[in-house]
Every structure is written in C-alpha cells, then in structure tokens.
C-alpha cells in the first residue's frame, strides 16, 4: 500500500472544511490523477501527505506509516526524504544554474560531488534540457522551468512523487508533453499523484482519478 486515507477531515474553523471524511487507498507504483475544480481541495490533499498540513481527524498512512496528529521533525524528514514534490510555482532559486537547481537535493544529502554532476546531467538531457544545463531560472521558458522542477523533484529517485498542478502556467502542447513526462517517470518505478483541473487533458491518459468536489470525495473515475 502506498497511501490511504480514513474519514480525512482538514478544517480551520468548525463552519469551514477544507476536506470533509475523505476515504481512498492508493497502490505501490501506481499513477493517480487528482482533479477538481480551483478550490476543490486539491492542494490542501497534498499537503496533507507531504505533512504541511496535519488531519482535524481520520487517520492517514503513508508508505505503511501512520502519520502522527503530533510534529515529529524526525520521522517526518524520513518520510520526505522518499517524496519529490513538484510545486505550482516552481520555487527554483534564482541564480542558480538549471544545473544547480536540479542538483540541490543530492547536494543537501552530501552525495558525492562526481555522481551529483553525472546524474543530475544525464537527468536534465532526459528531461529535455541538455543544452539548457547552464541557464538561469529567468533564461527559461514556463515549460523548461517546469522540467527543471521535475527533474529536481526526481533527481533523488523518490518512491513517490507529488505534482501540484504542474501544468497550470504552460500552453497546452507543453501541458500534455509535461504529462507524457510523468507517465514515463511512473514507468521507471515511481508513483505518481499529480493535481490538475485540466480533465480534458487527463481523458487523453487511462489512469485512475481522485476527484474532488467541494472537499468532498466524487466517486473513481476511470
């Protein structure tokens, strides 16, 4: 099992549920769409797994791990440290190098410097970018920022990797080769949910779907 939730409630006020008693489970390796419409509740779903947000109730498991309704900074740095998480916003540093952006988690875990640089680069070339390596954040297009995301959200072979609606600042063609991108990263082993609105899109993929309505959990769709 690689995530569940159980009557999963997330509140910040008794009027006002984010989330109201969500219940799914999720398999090892597999890819899932999160949809719904802006202010469905998609983005506070991930944060709950990624632990920046904690449950008002129900009880979640993740990588057969109960999450804890208390902050343990330990075992939650465990628990990230098997997650890639791409963001809407991207959140690439600056002046930093695509390089050195991608290459920033492997860095954090003090990785040796000849495998940072050999992974990192056969990374970015898979992604698209092989003769973008050197290029600052503002010399890149919304798309290839977003592949720069991707590629660092990955470059640690996470088991799971969280997307954010990750094509929502991209024109449609760079959308759906994003898309296509994500299919072929869950090929190579790792899970995959990744938010989006964008439903015409995901009826080009036969992959299952979590679908939001106003907090509240609409029936699978496939």
Known sequence: MLLSFKNVSLAYSPDHA???DIS???SDGGFYFLTGTS????SSLLRLIYQAERPTKGKIRLFAKLLGSEQNHERQA????KMGIVFQDFRLIPHLS???NAALPLRLTNTREDYVLRHTKELLEWVGLGNRINAKPAELSGGEQQRVAIARAVVTRPKLLLADE???NVDEDTALKLFHLFVELNKLGTAVILATHQNHLVEKF???AIHLVRGKLQAPKR
């Open 18 to 20: 984010i989330l109201d």
């Open 24 to 26: 799914f489970t999720l």
């Open 39 to 42: 202010g469905a509740g998609k």
């Open 78 to 81: 465990q628990l990230r440290r």
């Open 98 to 100: 695509a390089l050195e």
């Open 166 to 168: 990750p094509t929502g």
């Open 206 to 208: 036969h992959k299952p």
